[in-house]
């Protein structure tokens, strides 16, 4: 016998029920876009290399599925959407009203190590707002995310979105006299403080430059939850998410950095409390400078992503994965005589005229047992 081929490493093969699970977030995540105004778009799903390395940083590149194409362009397939949707919303400034309220669900690709709740190819939600620049904002986007977890049935005990503010942080990390150069590096180095045994983060923290008087000081702002009532932006966040109504989903949390370079101000991501799957179910935040990175003039960003893996790991694990119904069609036509067999096809032609959907049910089914395999 041949040898059978496997599907690539990494990717998934959606059979109806699987397909039935990533349509199902799909009408949840634009019921909840559409409820706030957004508009649905998308972009290519090949683009330049060019378009990631400017700004969403090297490790990011080193995860993309590059190639070099039959003409010599070097290229990949999109490993995320907000430089694609700054390239798009430059391109036609002039024209387009804001702010702009747009959202996406479509495929990604990321040449990481599959694990639980992570893929190599997976499908993702993506909703921003641009042209204003105000924590109302920021908080209208924090509150979308909490408007779809309501939806899908996850309530604030069961999902928190954590909030930070980069620009917050930046001050604390003035007051340490930590150098503007050494910023990235502890920001990466506070995003990977819940992936690291404390001692090992110590040591690495000190390796990157931090004298024991910073280490300690930023373990005691990392440990300060009431340190956004330090930030004026953050206050006008919270009172903003208490009158859209899901001030309960939200939670302020300074360890919340968000590694990529674009994020400027307000940073958010939601994580299932049980704490099965460690990686967010969505993340996102303030992105003000993208814009002028492509050739536009620069009005304020605000946006998140949320991946379908981990959301579906999430809905299964609680409980909460909508009835799979194994036909779309309520209606069957039975064939009892194969010389009716025209009369029966017709019968369902009818029905679907009016309105009704039903399939007609071939002889080979006719046992109790066939019916259910054909259903």
Do not use: H
Not at 14 to 29: C, D, H
Not at 53 to 71: I, M, N, P, W, Y
Not at 119 to 135: C, K
Not at 250 to 257: G, L, R, S
Request: hydrophobic content about 40%; overall charge negative.
């Amino acid at each position: 016998m041949a040898s059978k081929i496997q599907s690539v490493k990494g990717t998934r093969e959606f059979y109806p029920e699987e397909m039935a699970l990533r349509n199902f977030i799909y009408e949840k995540v634009g019921a909840a876009a559409r409820s706030f105004g957004y508009q649905e778009w998308d972009a290519p799903f090949i683009e330049s290399i060019d378009l990631y390395a400017a700004k969403s940083g090297e490790e990011l590149v080193k995860q993309s599925f590059t190639f070099t194409d039959r003409g010599g362009d070097f290229v990949t397939l999109r490993p995320e959407l907000t430089p694609s949707l700054a390239r798009m919303i430059a391109a036609k400034q002039g024209e387009l009203t804001f702010p702009v309220r747009w959202w996406s669900f479509g495929p990604f690709w990321r040449y990481e190590q599959p694990q639980k709740g992570r893929t190599r190819e997976f499908f993702q939600w993506n909703i921003d707002m641009l042209g204003v620049s105000s924590p109302e904002a920021d908080a209208e986007l924090i509150a979308v995310g909490a408007t779809f977890l309501r939806s899908v049935g996850l309530n604030p005990e069961q999902a928190t979105i954590y909030v930070n503010n980069r620009r917050l942080m930046d001050s604390e990390f003035d007051a340490l006299g930590i150098a503007v150069e050494k910023r990235m590096d502890v920001s990466n180095l506070v995003d990977r403080r819940s992936k690291m045994e404390p001692a090992k983060w110590d040591t690495y923290a000190l390796e990157l430059g931090l004298n024991q008087t910073q280490l300690d000081g930023l373990k005691n702002i990392l440990g300060n939850f009431d340190l956004w009532k330090n930030s004026d932006e953050l206050v006008r966040l919270f009172a903003a998410l208490e009158a859209l109504g899901v001030k309960d989903y939200v939670k302020f949390d300074p360890n919340i950095m968000r590694g990529l370079l674009y994020y400027t101000g307000t940073v958010f991501e939601a994580f299932d409390t049980s704490g099965s799957v460690k990686r967010a179910i969505l993340g996102g935040g303030r992105y003000d400078n993208l814009l002028a990175d492509v050739g536009g003039q620069p009005p304020s960003g605000v946006g998140f992503a949320m991946g379908d893996v981990v959301m579906g790991i999430v809905l299964r694990e609680r409980g909460l994965l909508p009835e799979f119904i194994p036909s779309p069609a309520p209606v069957l036509v039975t064939i009892f005589d194969e010389s009716l067999l025209r009369e029966s096809y017709a019968l369902a032609a009818e029905l679907r005229a009016a309105g009704l959907k039903g399939f007609v049910l071939s002889r080979t089914c006719q046992t109790a047992k066939a019916i259910q395999i054909c259903r």
